[in-house]
């Protein structure tokens, strides 16, 4: 079976401030590919990265980066110098190589707080 | 604009009824996907289907029922049966159901009120 784990339920910040948010996940497969989503206030998940499990490389996109590491079976995103727009929910998923159906499997999400 | 839409935003049951949830997408999608969310949980999949005229039960597909007639819609409804179905309802496509590596778009939710 598969699983995810966001520890961190709700983090506040202040306005500039550098955040992680982390994940951690449990799965049999030898091939697999992890997610984050971000879901504003208005509902609406949007994707924000897509990760395979042969590819360990760190990814980073303007302000957003991602540290994947397998040995820890974790995959961590951090937000440098924070905005009240990133105030949101986050979720990380999971999906396996071997899953047929597509199948996410969710963590629980991480509310965000971003404060001017 | 390719994405997908869900209607109502909004959509209020009486107890004992049936509701319908509509999802329709324009991104030439072959798998489309429901999950439910509840407040400050992460989201479960509910129904999906990877071709027109199949589908598969998720994790709690009891008290709901889909169908998938066209590529681009997938409609859900909320049976009587489905005894607590106060929740944020999310539909997502996806280019195929393939071996998991399809990223999953999500349209804009509905969110279900019990009367």
């Known amino acids: 079976a598969q699983k995810v784990t966001q520890a961190q339920t709700e983090i506040s910040v202040v306005e500039k401030e550098d955040v992680t948010l982390d994940c951690v996940y449990e799965?049999?497969?030898?091939?697999?590919?992890l997610f984050w989503y971000k879901q504003p206030p208005s509902g609406e998940l949007v994707f924000l990265i897509r990760r395979n499990s042969f590819d360990e490389q760190n990814e980073i996109s303007g302000r957003y980066s991602w540290n994947f590491q397998k040995s820890t079976s974790s995959f961590n995103f951090t937000i440098t110098a924070s905005q009240v727009v990133d105030s949101a929910v986050y979720f990380c998923a999971l999906s396996g190589g071997n899953n047929a159906g597509n199948m996410l499997t969710f963590g629980g999400g991480t509310r965000l707080m971003v404060k001017p | 604009d390719g994405g997908i839409t869900q209607s109502p935003k909004y959509l209020f049951r009486k107890e004992g009824q049936n509701v319908t949830l509509s999802c329709e997408q324009n991104l030439n999608h072959d798998a489309m996907y429901w999950y439910r969310q509840d407040p400050g949980q992460g989201l479960r999949l509910i129904y999906y289907s990877q071709i027109v005229n199949d589908f598969q039960k998720g994790d709690i597909a009891e008290g709901y029922s889909v169908s998938r007639e066209k590529k681009e819609s997938f409609p859900l409804t909320v049976t009587s049966a489905q005894k607590n179905p106060t929740a944020f309802y999310l539909c997502a496509s996806s280019k195929s159901s393939g071996v998991g590596e399809e990223t999953q778009y999500f349209g804009p939710g509905t969110r279900l009120l019990v009367l």
């Open positions: 799965t049999r497969d030898t091939t697999y590919y």
